[in-house]
């Protein structure tokens, strides 16, 4: 009972309706069968609503479901009653308060505050010295608010007191089982709010670091209490090392270090010698610019250097992130930030474009009633709702508050803090959109690009009703390859979602500028002299866009004339021009080691861009199309038998031939698919089937495996063909047709939860218009193979064609030398001016580094 009361050792508040002691019992009883202990697997929710993104620091407080343990806010906490009859809550609230003042003046000594049991942020702009928190916790009963303060132990039922003790000793459900993902979710030091550091006058240098102790040059740590720099021991990171930061702990107390060489803007690696583990330090940017280092323009290297010593990358962190300049900060509705979770800025700057999106504002946050009325029982695993949560937490400003004065706060503070949440954290967002996705659910950097094709296949595949807002990305491609021996054409049409523009290298406009740069760079690495100021090419955009347009030789191209394979060029033109284009920059590339490496570039991005002369024309007079015939399919002996029986259990895949491609840079699931679906034929068919599919959004997805005729559709993959878009299994149809549903609403259910069945009942639940239309159930159930005749006559894609007339309105950029490190920011043209990204940091934008994005996004201009 000791631990017990230690959790809840906080004086109960004074809520309406709190009852006597004598009446606890009495009060909870009809309640006993929905009060639950959290299980092995339960996912317990007590630091974010599920429609919000309040917290126990929000005024409010947080109101944690003892049955299903999921989190809302005041305002949804009824919504969730009113669905499910729900009715014991937890309710959780931190307060802030003024620390007592001393016979001095001064705060009272610092001392170990039993009061705190969440695990949450503490507010940045707080001094920890003069406020304090206290956490609480109470039990409150719909509908009538009864409030039972905790710890009531004598008077609670022990199921009760069991069951609060387990919520608030519980885990974060965002914690990875697996042991390969396990530094996803790295606890936070519990010294990290109240860390005391020395005014001892230490300054960290940007390099030449050694241990204070035994002269090492590697394996550093900087303790972040008095700025030793001494070495780590083996275990820490498997390298070698004396021991001596360890030794200092032993001999002085101070708790966290850090790993020198590896801060970077998103992070660096924290040990606690007190808790003996990894842990993460959410204040480490402050704790780091007590030593005079800049953690947000930081670039960890292998040798243990800055980027101050690398001169090229500083220049393109400190030019995109517009360092130098005192940016004004942008409060208010559309003027959010997006906390960094670890390398999650790809996903905040791909999120921050896409709802600056009228279309996506309005098909979510437009809207929230109904998509929030109508989400499932865990809207905690509900797309829809967690991008209409995301979008209303982006857009609303409730999150994004400009800071009060001191001398309002000074009057304000006299009985408690009410702290203004700046930015938002979109941790249950990501957990679920990368959700079994096994490089987006990682804590690395990721492919921006990759991202928002991903995202934009969820869109697809949880569309809302007939409205799908990633239309306005759609536009039809159509391909002209020609023979060249016969001359004869063949036109096709497909699907994308963004323009992929090459890097014309070879039209920099600085040629001899950037011989010269070279020559001194070489110079100056051989004789160990500085480096030289970065020159970097200059690349007219008209030149990108005349390599995107010029024909391509199309490798191992088969020529149906001639029944053989042949030379063949390609060429690539509009088909349909989108409501907003995406460009992609190919700034990244393989050497010929493979080794990725990026193009450091400047190209002049306009403002206004005009695309019209790509518009495609299809089959010109006098041109002759090649005969509509397939080329043969030549499969190995030793595979044929494994192609057609191509259900092969996932264990089995060659994992050696998923290494090679993987090697090569590609993703790990589609090398895994790639050598799935060609039934473990080598690395060099594979390598063909991801040539093939790369373009597709689904490309990295995980491997799913086929369902009812499965070996027919994984068949169809390989030799080409295309079977129904989107059929969901025959079985999972039966089992809702059982039911006594319609068949064409288990379709159409199941279509829009992409086959899953405890979502698909959902969806019919929550849509009882699409069972009113009667005159069309019964059109179907006249014609038993109604389905089966408009599914093998699908309409065409949904495009939304127009003008080729563009405007900038956003563009995404890099810095790094990969995509898989740096960072990413945002920049967003907002009411006439452009407006600066920079994770939870939105300011006006001063000079917006338009020359070196890596995506942009252009609005189509009316004609």
């Known amino acids: 009972m000791q631990r017990r009361g230690a959790l809840f050792g906080v004086p109960g508040g004074s809520g309406r309706g709190k009852m006597a002691a004598g009446d606890i019992g009495e009060l909870l009883v009809p309640h006993m069968p929905t009060i639950r202990v959290p299980r092995s697997g339960d996912r317990v929710y007590k630091t974010e609503c599920a429609f919000s993104y309040d917290s126990p620091n929000s005024e409010g407080g947080l109101y944690v479901c003892m049955n299903t343990f999921l989190a809302f806010g005041r305002e949804h906490v009824e919504r969730h ?9 937890m309710h959780l609230k931190r307060h802030v308060r003024e620390k007592v003042k001393g016979a001095s003046g001064g705060a009272l000594p610092k001392r170990r505050n039993s009061k705190i049991f969440l695990d949450l942020d503490t507010d940045d702009d707080l001094n920890s010295d003069d406020y304090e928190y206290e956490d609480e916790a109470k039990l409150v009963i719909f509908p009538d608010h009864y409030e039972i303060a905790l710890p009531n132990i004598e008077e609670l039922p022990a199921l009760v007191t069991i069951a609060c003790d387990a919520v608030l000793s519980s885990k974060s459900p965002y914690r990875k089982q697996d042991p390969d993902t396990w530094e996803h979710e790295l606890p936070v030091s519990k010294y990290a709010n109240n860390l005391t550091q020395l005014d001892n006058g230490v300054r960290i240098p940007p390099s030449g670091w050694k241990c204070a102790r035994c002269d090492l040059r590697e394996n550093l740590w900087l303790n972040l209490t008095d700025g030793s720099v001494l070495c780590g021991k083996w275990f820490f990171d498997s390298s070698g090392g004396n021991g001596h930061a360890l030794e200092h702990y032993r001999d002085m107390g101070y708790p966290l270090a850090v790993k020198l060489g590896t801060i ?6 924290v040990y606690s010698f007190q808790e003996e583990e990894p842990v993460t330090d959410p204040h480490l940017a402050k704790h780091l610019a007590h030593f005079g280092i800049d953690m947000l323009h930081m670039h960890g290297t292998e040798n243990g250097l800055r980027d101050n010593d690398i001169k090229p990358r500083v220049s393109e962190w400190e030019v995109i992130q517009e360092t130098g300049t005192k940016l004004k900060p942008m409060y208010g509705p559309g003027y959010t930030g ?28 437009g809207n929230l009633p109904r998509i929030f009325d109508y989400s499932p029982l865990d809207p905690t695993q509900d797309f829809n709702t967690q991008m209409t949560k995301l979008g209303h937490g982006l857009l609303s400003g409730q999150y994004s508050k400009p800071p009060v004065k001191s001398e309002l706060i000074e009057q304000v503070m006299k009985e408690e803090h009410k702290p203004q949440q700046n930015g938002i954290s979109p941790r249950m967002f990501k957990a679920f959109v990368s959700k079994s996705h096994p490089e987006f659910s990682s804590n690395r950097q990721q492919d921006a690009q990759e991202f928002f094709l991903h995202l934009v296949n969820l869109v697809e595949r949880n569309r809302i009703g007939s409205e799908n807002p990633s239309d306005v990305f759609r536009f039809l491609v159509e391909e002209r390859i020609q023979c060249c021996q016969t001359r004869k054409v063949r036109y096709t049409e497909r699907v994308d979602y963004l323009m992929q523009l090459p890097v014309a290298m070879e039209a920099a406009t600085n040629k001899d500028e950037l011989i010269a740069y070279e020559l001194t760079r070489r110079e100056a690495e051989a004789n160990r002299r500085p480096l030289p100021e970065l020159v970097r090419a200059k690349i007219p955009f008209s030149a990108c866009l005349q390599a995107f347009s010029e024909p391509e030789n199309v490798d191992d191209f088969w020529s149906s004339a001639l029944q053989a394979k042949s030379a063949g060029v390609k060429t690539s033109r509009f088909a349909s021009f989108p409501e907003y284009l995406v460009v992609q920059i190919k700034k990244f590339t393989f050497g010929l080691d493979w080794v ?50 191509q259900l092969i259990d996932p264990s089995d895949i060659d994992e050696s031939s998923v290494m ?5 840079g590609f993703p790990l699931e589609a090398c895994r698919k790639a050598v799935y679906f060609t039934g473990n034929m080598g690395a060099e068919v594979a390598f063909n089937w991801i040539i093939v599919h790369m373009e597709e959004p689904d490309f990295a997805e995980p491997l799913t495996m086929p369902g009812y005729g499965g070996a027919a559709s994984a068949g169809a993959s390989v030799f080409g063909a295309t079977g129904l878009d989107n059929q969901p299994p025959e079985e999972t149809v039966s089992i809702i047709t059982s039911m006594g549903f319609h068949r064409n609403q288990a379709i159409q259910a199941l279509r829009a939860t992409n086959s899953n069945l405890e979502r698909a009942l959902d969806w019919i639940f929550s849509h009882p218009e699409f069972e009113e239309d009667s005159n069309f159930v019964i059109e179907m159930e006249n014609n038993a193979n109604a389905n089966i005749i408009s599914e093998a006559k699908p309409e065409g894609p949904r495009v939304k064609d127009g003008s080729g007339m563009y405007e900038l309105f956003a563009f995404i950029s890099h810095m790094g030398t990969s995509t898989m490190s740096g960072h990413y920011v945002c ?14 940091r939105v300011c006006a934008s001063e000079r917006p580094p338009k020359d070196l994005g890596y995506m942009y996004f252009y609005r189509r201009i009316p004609s």
């Open 596 to 645: 990725p490496k990026k193009f450091d570039v400047s190209i002049d991005m306009p403002d206004l861009l005009d695309i019209n002369h790509l518009r495609a024309r299809g089959l010109q007079p006098g041109e002759e199309e090649l005969p509509d015939i397939s080329p043969p399919i030549v499969i190995p002996d030793d595979s044929k038998d494994r192609l057609m029986n």
């Open 264 to 269: 970077t803007p998103d992070g660096a690696d």
């Open 660 to 664: 090679q491609l993987a090697e090569m």
């Open 338 to 365: 997006l906390k960094n979770l670890g390398n999650s800025c790809y996903l905040s700057s791909v999120m921050q474009a896409i709802f600056s999106i009228p279309e996506f504002q309005r098909a979510y946050v």
């Open 81 to 89: 009653f009113r669905k499910t009859g729900q009715s014991v809550y």
């Open 827 to 840: 920049h967003i043209k907002k009411e006439g001016r452009w407006v600066i990204y920079n994770d939870h």
